[in-house]
């Protein structure tokens, strides 16, 4: 028996458990939800487990690493970049991803509409991020007064939102002013919600939520 397999498997029930319970008297069912297994740091391998036990959602912060895990996936894995964008990383990015759920630029924005012309492949899906810190920190992301001028001039389809809870404040309220910036806007879709809060973040109606260290384990002992 193959021990890390078994760990990952019974992570990722436990992690099934935890978004079933949470969506309970929410009235909406876990086919609403996509849940992204995040796999930075974690090698290949991992991946390929997860992959044999069903997941198909994937999400990487980098795109050196994403750049080469994704072509040894099977094609019906789906590829999300969260991380933050180089502008001179887009076209490699671009080529490996299927979801970006980073875009926080206008400049970036052209460049990924630059390539979307060029290819005939499927559209590929944007979240733009939004950045509910205070200003001395930056994650990345637009801040929520930037949102709508944003999207009148931004070149590409955007079909949802998304955040990292900031430190300082309740997640619950983080994420429900991101619903509610959302709906105000007419986008349907809200990444939100980690390991340490997707919980709330389902409450709040996250549609997807990105989930690595309770799935694989704290990062922080691989090193
Ligand atoms: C790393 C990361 C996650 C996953 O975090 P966990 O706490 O390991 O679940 C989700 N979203 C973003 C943007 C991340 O960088």
């Not at 978004?19 to 069912?29: C, D, N, P």
């Not at 979307?116 to 007064?145: C, M, P, T, V």
């Not at 001028?149 to 079909?159: A, R």
């Given at each position: 028996?193959?021990?890390?397999?078994?760990?990952?498997?019974?992570?990722?029930v436990?992690?099934?458990?935890?978004?079933?319970?949470?969506?309970?008297?929410?009235?909406?069912?876990?086919?609403?939800?996509?849940?992204?297994?995040?796999?930075?740091?974690?090698?290949?391998?991992?991946?390929?487990?997860?992959?044999?036990?069903?997941?198909?959602n994937?999400?990487?912060?980098?795109?050196q690493?994403g750049?080469?895990?994704?072509?040894?996936?099977?094609?019906?894995a789906?590829?999300?970049?969260?991380?933050?964008?180089?502008?001179?990383?887009?076209?490699?990015?671009?080529?490996?991803?299927?979801?970006?759920?980073s875009?926080?630029?206008?400049?970036?924005?052209?460049k990924?509409?630059?390539?979307?012309?060029?290819?005939?492949?499927?559209?590929?899906?944007?979240?733009?991020?939004?950045?509910?810190?205070?200003?001395a920190?930056h994650?990345?992301g637009?801040?929520?007064?930037?949102?709508?001028s944003?999207l009148?001039?931004?070149?590409?389809?955007?079909?949802?939102?998304?955040?990292?809870?900031?430190?300082e404040?309740?997640?619950y309220?983080?994420?429900?002013?991101?619903?509610?910036?959302?709906?105000?806007?007419?986008?349907?879709?809200l990444?939100?919600?980690?390991?340490?809060?997707?919980?709330?973040?389902?409450k709040?109606g996250?549609?997807?939520?990105?989930?690595?260290?309770?799935?694989?384990?704290?990062?922080?002992?691989?090193?």
């Amino acid at each position: 028996m193959n021990q890390r397999r078994l760990e990952i498997e019974s992570n990722l029930v436990e992690v099934e458990k935890r978004i079933t319970k949470a969506l309970e008297g929410t009235g909406r069912e876990r086919d609403e939800v996509t849940l992204i297994v995040v796999t930075k740091t974690y090698p290949v391998e991992d991946v390929f487990l997860l992959y044999d036990l069903g997941v198909r959602n994937f999400g990487e912060n980098r795109d050196q690493e994403g750049a080469a895990k994704a072509p040894q996936l099977p094609n019906d894995a789906s590829w999300h970049f969260q991380g933050q964008i180089q502008g001179r990383k887009i076209s490699s990015i671009n080529e490996w991803s299927d979801v970006i759920h980073s875009l926080d630029s206008l400049d970036h924005a052209a460049k990924f509409a630059r390539l979307e012309e060029l290819s005939s492949e499927k559209a590929r899906e944007f979240f733009l991020q939004i950045n509910l810190e205070s200003a001395a920190e930056h994650r990345g992301g637009i801040a929520k007064e930037e949102l709508e001028s944003f999207l009148e001039s931004c070149p590409v389809t955007i079909s949802g939102l998304m955040v990292v809870a900031p430190l300082e404040v309740d997640p619950y309220s983080a994420f429900s002013t991101l619903s509610a910036l959302a709906s105000d806007v007419g986008v349907t879709k809200l990444s939100m919600g980690m390991s340490g809060d997707f919980e709330v973040a389902l409450k709040a109606g996250a549609t997807h939520i990105r989930v690595g260290s309770s799935i694989l384990g704290s990062r922080t002992l691989l090193a």
